[in-house]
Each structure stands twice: as structure tokens, then as C-alpha cells.
């Protein structure tokens, strides 16, 4: 299945099955889902949210695969202030922030776009913050067998600002380092650099 497809356009049973649940959730907050400005909503919304969803149908091995190259380079690669969009598992209302993701070669090196994808994959699933830093350092670890993998996710949890504890202003880190990068000095010149604005 190409990843480059929107993911609603070629899984209209699932989005129509969605779309009917929309249907009776605007009812259900007692809304007239057949006035002139809802009557499309649960289509939208259901497109909407298979799109954000999409990860689960994405092969994450597959994304990295396609782009590894041999290369000698076996100095650090860190790709920093990826934006990603994801849901928390709880509420099913996004969290919203940026990845930052490091690694060492080994012997391989991968296509720079595919560290963003991998993160759009994972993250386009129901998520707590925790995991998807876990899944993105494993997929990596795993794939690339690198000499070392760093992940660090900086979020705002819109459950934790638009309801429940409305917090407007808290950001959540969370990190996670294996090989090379549970040394304090490795791990700390990826995080001086992560954290520096070289421009
Ligand atoms: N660890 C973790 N917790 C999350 C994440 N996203 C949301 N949560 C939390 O999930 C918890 C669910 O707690 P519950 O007590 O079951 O739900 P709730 O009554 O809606 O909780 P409040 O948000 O405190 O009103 C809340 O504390 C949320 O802040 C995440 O990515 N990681
Ligand atoms: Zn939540």
C-alpha cells in the first residue's frame, strides 16, 4: 500500500462506517445534523480523523527500508523541530509539539525525509506521548541497527488545556536514548545541540 495516498480515499468502507458514528454524536450533543451547515460534517469529520489515524496502516519498516544507503559517516545525524500532530488515547483530542531524533550509523545512513515520515506514522494513531517516543526509538533502533538512537518529544496536550485541568501553558517532555546515547556525554551533545540555534 503506497503511503503517499490519502488514507480515506482507499478505505471508504471504514470512512463510511465512521462517518455514521459522526452522525449520532452531533445528534447525541443535540445538534440537527440535517441543517444546511452540519449536513456534510460527518463525512468531513470522518475523513478528518481516518486521515489522522492513517499510521495504522503504514508500514514503518517498509518507509525506512526503501531509503537506507551505505555510507562510512558514523558521526551523529540529528533531525530537530520535526512539528507533529498526534492523539491522545484517552480523549482522542490532539497533542501537538515537535520531535527531535538523533542517530549514530552504522554503516548505514537513511534518506533524511524518512525520519520525519516515521514520525508522522507513529504519530498518526491514538497515542499517549510515552509510547510514541518508545515506537519511533525502537523502529529506528530495530530497522537501522545503528550505533546509538535518541528521541525527545515536546508536547501541549489540548486535554490538559481545553478541558480537565485547563492548563494553557505546561509542556511535556519525554525522552528516550539507546546505544551510544545512554553515555552522559553522548546524550549531552545531542541535547546541547538540540537545544542551541546555530543560525
Ligand atoms: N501519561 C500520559 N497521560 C496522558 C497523555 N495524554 C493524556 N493523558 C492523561 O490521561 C489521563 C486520563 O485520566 P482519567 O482520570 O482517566 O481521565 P479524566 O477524568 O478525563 O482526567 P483529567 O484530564 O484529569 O480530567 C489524564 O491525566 C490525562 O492528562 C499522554 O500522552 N501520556
Ligand atoms: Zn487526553
Not at 21 to 36: C, F, L, P, Q, T
Not at 109 to 134: N, Y
Not at 174 to 196: A, D, H, M
Request: proline share 3%; aromatic share 8%.
Amino acid at each position: 500500500m503506497s503511503f503517499y495516498k490519502n488514507f480515506e480515499e482507499y478505505n471508504l468502507e471504514a470512512t463510511e462506517s465512521v462517518k455514521e458514528k459522526y452522525a449520532k454524536i452531533i445528534e447525541g450533543v443535540g445538534e440537527d445534523v440535517s441543517r444546511e451547515g452540519l449536513v456534510k460534517t460527518p463525512e468531513r469529520a470522518a475523513k478528518a480523523m481516518m486521515f489522522l489515524t492513517q499510521g495504522y496502516e503504514q508500514d514503518p519498516v517498509e518507509i525506512l527500508k526503501a531509503a537506507m544507503f551505505k555510507e562510512d559517516y558514523d558521526d551523529m545525524v540529528i533531525i530537530k523541530d520535526i512539528e507533529l500532530y498526534s492523539l491522545c488515547e484517552h480523549h482522542m483530542l490532539p497533542f501537538f509539539g515537535k520531535a527531535h531524533v538523533a542517530y549514530i550509523p552504522n554503516g548505514h545512513i537513511v534518506g533524511l525525509s524518512k525520519i520525519p515520515r516515521i514520525v508522522d506514522v507513529f504519530a498518526r494513531r491514538l497515542q499517549v506521548q510515552e509510547r510514541l517516543t518508545h515506537d519511533i526509538l525502537e523502529c529506528l533502533n530495530n530497522t537501522l541497527k545503528p550505533q546509538g538512537v535518541a528521541v525527545v518529544i515536546e508536547a501541549s496536550h489540548m486535554c490538559m488545556m481545553m478541558r480537565g485541568v485547563q492548563k494553557q501553558n505546561s509542556v511535556t517532555t519525554t525522552s528516550g536514548f539507546r546505544g551510544q546515547f545512554e553515555k552522559q556525554e553522548t546524550r549531552n551533545e545531542f541535547l546541547k545541540l538540540i537545544s542551541s540555534d546555530l543560525s
